[in-house]
Every structure is written in C-alpha cells, then in structure tokens.
C-alpha cells in the first residue's frame, strides 16, 4: 500500500523501530526516538543493498518517491545507489547536517525535540535543505527571520535564529564550518525576549 502525507506524518515510535513500506524497495523506518527516516532496499550484483536518503520532514514523500526513480536509474547502470550516497555527502548539505544535529544534540538534550523539528521543517529547510552548508550566508539567515517577521511572529523569528546558531555551531564544532552565519544577525533586532528560553539564548 502507497504512503500519504498524513500517513508518514501519523507515525508514531514504538519500543523498537519498525518500517512502513510504500513499494518499489521504498520505506519509511520510524525509530523508538520519534525519527522517521526515508530508506531504500535494492539488488546489486546479486547482493541486497541498503541506502538511506534522510529524515522526514526534511525530504518530503515526494522527494522520496523521487529519489527512489533516480536510485532504479543508478542500479540499472550497475551504480550502488549507497556508494553514491556516501559521496554525495562528502560535501554537508544543510539538510544532511541537521539530520546529524537532531540525533545527536537536539534528540539527547531537548526535553521537546519535535517542536524544535516542526519549527525547522517549515521556515527553515523549504529554503536551505539542498544548500551546500559552505554557501550560507548571514544574508540567507536575515531572509528566513524577515519571512517569519512579517507574519507577525517575532518570538518564533527570534527563537528559528537561536536554533540556527546552535545548529551552526555544531558545524563548527565538527570541523565544517568556519564561521556562523546566523551569528551576526542580531537577536535584540528581532524582538524583545519574553521568556527564560529565549534569554538563555545566545
């Protein structure tokens, strides 16, 4: 049976992660922490092979069904859709270093890891998710909080640039990034703080 939006969006963690299938070696694997992680299971050279493309939200059903096109293209000219994975990721895209800052640091520290990852998923990886991390500007970052402004939700423009930092610094600290752009742009010129959580943030 064929996946929908709502239904990927309805699965919720078990004890064990478990898998949902959307056919054609597509599947959702949803793990005990709440992650739901797009996968591919494919024939090569008489081998079963397994690759992984990334988290939903962050790659939509439709980005998923997609690639799974593009992997069937790479398996009929005899390439390993996960080898190609691999080197894809040589170079961090926005959307594979968030993966990799959910599971690590938000996942392990954030008592509300999925409010974090809604508030991502909509103002923030629409428009970076497929940006090289080394091309992110201060300009990008100042564009993502105005989009937010000018719904009139100025704590949730304040509170996207201090994950954004976060998420920066975490590039940072793991050697690939060298300055963070969400950084210079300056909180007190978003809005004013009215919270401790938002205090607390750099």
Same mark, same amino acid.
């Given at each position: 049976?064929?996946?929908?939006? #709502?239904? /990927? ?5 078990? &004890?064990?992660?478990? $898998? ?37 939200? =962050?790659?939509?059903?439709?980005? &998923? ?10 398996? #009929?000219?005899?390439? $390993?859709? #996960? ?11 926005? &959307? =594979?270093?968030?993966?990799?800052? !959910?599971?690590?640091? /938000? =996942? ?27 091309? !992110? ?6 564009? !993502? ?7 009139? =939700? ?5 509170? /996207? ?10 590039? !940072? ?8 752009? &969400? ?17 607390? $943030?750099?």
């Amino acid at each position: 049976m064929k996946l929908t939006n #709502a239904t /990927v969006q309805s699965l919720r963690p078990k &004890a064990k992660a478990y $898998s949902i299938s959307d056919g054609g070696g597509l599947f959702v694997e949803v793990m005990s922490s709440g992650r739901r992680v797009w996968r591919i299971r494919y024939r090569l050279n008489r081998k079963q092979e397994k690759a992984t493309l990334g988290e939903y939200p =962050s790659f939509s059903l439709a980005e &998923a069904r997609k690639w799974r096109e593009d992997c069937r293209g790479l398996v #009929a000219r005899g390439i $390993s859709p #996960a080898a190609e994975r691999k080197k894809q990721k040589g170079e961090t895209t926005v &959307a =594979s270093l968030y993966t990799q800052w !959910i599971e690590e640091v /938000v =996942s392990k520290r954030n008592k509300n890891p999925a409010c974090i990852q809604r508030m991502m998923g909509k103002d923030v990886l629409p428009t970076l998710k497929n940006r090289r991390l080394s091309e !992110i500007t201060v300009a990008d970052v100042q564009a !993502i909080v105005q989009t937010i402004k000018r719904r009139g =939700s100025d704590q949730v423009a304040l509170k /996207v640039r201090n994950e954004l930092k976060r998420m920066f610094d975490y590039a !940072i600290g793991t050697g690939r990034l060298q300055i963070n752009p &969400a950084a210079q742009v300056i909180p007190r010129y978003i809005a004013q703080t009215q919270s401790r959580e938002v205090t607390l $943030s750099p």
